[in-house]
């Protein structure tokens, strides 16, 4: 895919051709991207964070493809809501920078983080 | 942002200008991201699957801040795990097309639909 | 399993036995609560909500083997967190009774529940 | 409460007094519990395994509330399917114990343990 709207074609096209519209309800959706990502931690559930960042290749391709379905589920409910995804990331992403500001001080780097 | 890259690169930007680095480990990414879906999940816990379907406005910008926050953490634990979401989204929809072939006769749609 | 302590001792006992304290921390255990919790909402996720209330003997039984993860897990981490789960709930059954009182009026039940 | 049956039925008569059992389906019981679980897994999710270890007394009393939601609507989804609780730890785990034999050199302990 060479960009986030053909994905975007792509699944719904994928859906239809499937008679899967029917399940495809934003409340439906929204449980299933639920599920994927929850596959996607339990593959760091039990790893320490060191352990985390070094994946073995297997595991790194499975967790590429739980990342993928979390991306494809994610586009289908936005599509599904008549949500713009790059359009809700640039919004969301000024409010970030508004209610963080950049401390000059890098040591006082908040504990929690809301990317 | 004008595509998924961009947004990559200026999440990156953001979380480094506010010294996140450290907390942004793929392990912490990966619950940060269950927690956002979870935040989508709940506008839709009370909801009829019709009324899902019809949000009002203040809804709707609400569930597309939530949509944005899932997109922003998932291509931030993509990104530091050296994942292209692309990529992977498009050997995924190749796999889930060999695993569920079109089927001809419309009126047996899978119960259990895998996108 | 005759009371909820029971149970608590015979999961920490299996656990003990087969060395796995060390990946129980209740950052861990956070996590793979969540996982399970998944597992019971992935039989849910395509099934309308009537057919939810009508499971199958087949799948009502896997349903509550996911049940009872949930349960398992979850007295772990408060076992490892020192939280007795019967004095949290009541204590947080009677924060809700003010939280919601009860409308004498029934057809004002409040849309978004808080159990 | 002195028991988890006591508790059952506590809940169920707070959702009846409020005329909640309309919302109180298993598929959106089953949502609510996922928000719930992710609500707890928040306090994690910046916190190394020491910190999580050693919460404060102020986060330990919301952790512990969040462990109640969790308990609470666990407690009702299972009470709404005619599923016993502690009936379906019991159950599961004997299946565990047969799944995962104690193993006598402690040295090899799984490192993807399902409790």
Redesign the interface.
């Known amino acids: 895919?060479?960009?986030?709207d053909s994905?975007r074609v792509?699944?719904a096209e994928?859906?239809r051709?499937?008679?899967?519209d029917?399940?495809?309800?934003?409340?439906?959706l929204?449980?299933?991207?639920?599920?994927e990502?929850?596959?996607?931690?339990?593959?760091?559930?039990?790893?320490?964070?060191d352990e985390?960042?070094e994946?073995d290749a297997e595991t790194?391709a499975r967790?590429?493809?739980e990342?993928?379905?979390?991306?494809?589920?994610?586009l289908?409910?936005?599509d599904?809501?008549?949500?713009d995804?790059?359009d809700?990331?640039?919004?969301?992403?000024e409010?970030?920078?508004e209610k963080?500001p950049?401390?000059k001080a890098?040591?006082t780097?908040?504990?929690?983080?809301d990317?």
Chains 1, 2, 3, 4 share one sequence.
């Open positions: 895919m060479k960009d986030l994905l792509a699944i994928f859906a051709e499937r008679d899967w029917q399940f495809h309800s934003p409340k439906n929204a449980m299933a991207l639920s599920v990502v929850a596959e996607l931690l339990e593959h760091f559930q039990w790893l320490t964070e985390a960042r994946l790194l967790v590429a493809d990342i993928a379905d979390v991306q494809i589920y994610l289908r409910i936005a599904k809501l008549g949500v995804v790059l809700a990331c640039t919004h969301k992403l409010k970030n920078a963080y950049v401390v890098k040591g780097a908040r504990k929690y983080t990317l």
